[in-house]
């Protein structure tokens, strides 16, 4: 059997679905085979069509989508697709015919499309199934794998000025408040993700010490918490 992986284009601010699916290939049984079908592009309409006209020549026994790019389903076959559903972020965020739009293209059709629907968690099932009431026969809840590589580190803890580390620089992330929050506080942030303009300003309008990365390797991100004294997670909104 030969299962087709379909993945977004990679970008320097959006990696953790390709990670969880590395390690999910990693754990793949014998006699299962695969490919992975990135797609070229990211945005645009006629950008978004090319990669559904090309995933639809790049089927394997098994599609998985997954994640991010839905709308792929909708040339595939449906018989043998399956779609990752991660969040439905997007639908709180969008407004007026933009949200009409993309809830059917991203969520409705595709989630009729597909064979099976997999949630990362209740709560993502849940809010699915409330915007999509057709998910509801065919969802099923399969958590995001934690790496063999994530094993306990120890080390001292730096409490003259702590590093933290904060993963994702999105709205979602909250990172504005933590700014505000830490401001003041002898500490260094650790930013991973690229950082837009208001996140900039507000960092040098607190005068906070800090450092930024993106496009990490898995080795460099393992670096990154071995090296922080404390992990930040203050989102407003995770699908997990």
């Known amino acids: 059997m030969k299962v087709t992986y379909y993945q977004r284009r990679p970008s320097s601010a959006q990696f953790s679905i390709e990670r969880v699916f590395n390690e999910i290939r990693r754990s793949l049984p014998c006699g299962i085979s695969y490919r992975i079908a990135t ?8 950008g978004r069509i090319y990669n559904s006209v090309e995933a ?4 394997g026994d098994i599609n998985h989508i997954t994640g991010d790019i839905h709308y792929i ?5 449906g018989s043998k697709t399956v779609l990752t559903v991660h969040d439905c972020v ?5 407004s007026g015919w933009k949200r009409t739009v993309f809830k059917y293209f991203w969520y409705d059709l595709p989630v009729s499309r597909c064979k099976v629907v997999v949630a990362i968690s ?9 915007f999509v009431p057709h998910a509801a026969g065919k969802t099923r809840v399969v958590y995001n794998p934690i790496g063999s590589d994530y094993r306990n580190h120890p080390k001292e803890f730096n409490a003259a000025s702590p590093r933290i580390l904060q993963f ?5 992330k909250n990172l504005v408040r933590l700014i505000q929050a830490v401001s003041g506080i002898p500490c260094h942030l650790d ?13 040098h309008r607190h005068n906070i010490q800090y450092s930024n990365s993106s496009n990490l390797t898995d080795a460099q991100v393992l670096d990154k918490y071995r ?3 404390l992990v930040s997670f203050v989102s407003t909104y995770e699908g997990f």
């Open 39 to 46: 797609c070229r592009y990211n945005r645009g309409v006629f």
């Open 56 to 59: 639809l020549f790049r089927q």
């Open 73 to 77: 389903a909708c040339l595939l076959k």
């Open 90 to 94: 997007s639908l709180h965020r969008l």
């Open 122 to 130: 209740h709560f993502a099932a849940a809010e699915l199934i409330s």
């Open 168 to 172: 994702g620089v999105s709205p979602n």
């Open 191 to 203: 930013i991973v993700g690229t950082l837009p303009e208001d996140i900039l300003f507000e960092l």
């Open 227 to 229: 090296a922080c004294d």
